[in-house]
């Protein structure tokens, strides 16, 4: 059984960070998105080896379904990120048009 008082710790930890990130997320500006992103998806990255590290070491059934939920939802969030990452990048290019066809003005 998990005690008690360690159980609403970690849900109040978990609450703490959620609010925490929300309001520092909410306050960047935007033309800081993109590195922000970019850094994020390192660290999910990281995350996502750790995830296939822990599923290579689990020995049980619940581990194992565990570890693999982990993984697959790791490498959702990583592609993800590279995806928007890419979209938000597009959104600074000039028209790809007027650049190739004119050359550098």
């Given at each position: 059984?998990?005690?008690?008082?360690?159980?609403w710790?970690?849900?109040?930890?978990?609450?703490?960070?959620a609010?925490?990130?929300?309001?520092?997320?909410?306050?960047?500006?935007?033309?800081?998105h993109?590195?922000l992103?970019s850094?994020?998806?390192?660290?999910?990255?990281?995350?996502?080896?750790?995830?296939?590290?822990?599923?290579?070491?689990?020995?049980t059934?619940?581990?194992?379904?565990?570890?693999?939920?982990?993984?697959?939802l790791?490498?959702?969030?990583?592609?993800?990120?590279?995806?928007?990452?890419?979209?938000i990048?597009?959104?600074?290019?000039?028209?790809?048009?007027?650049?190739?066809?004119?050359?550098?003005?």
């Amino acid at each position: 059984m998990i005690d008690t008082t360690l159980f609403w710790t970690a849900v109040y930890i978990a609450m703490l960070a959620a609010f925490t990130g929300y309001v520092v997320i909410s306050r960047v500006p935007v033309i800081l998105h993109t590195p922000l992103m970019s850094g994020s998806n390192f660290i999910h990255g990281i995350v996502l080896v750790g995830a296939m590290v822990a599923l290579g070491l689990a020995t049980t059934p619940l581990e194992q379904a565990i570890g693999f939920i982990a993984v697959v939802l790791g490498a959702a969030n990583v592609t993800g990120g590279y995806v928007v990452t890419e979209r938000i990048l597009q959104m600074f290019n000039r028209s790809g048009k007027k650049q190739k066809e004119g050359g550098l003005k």
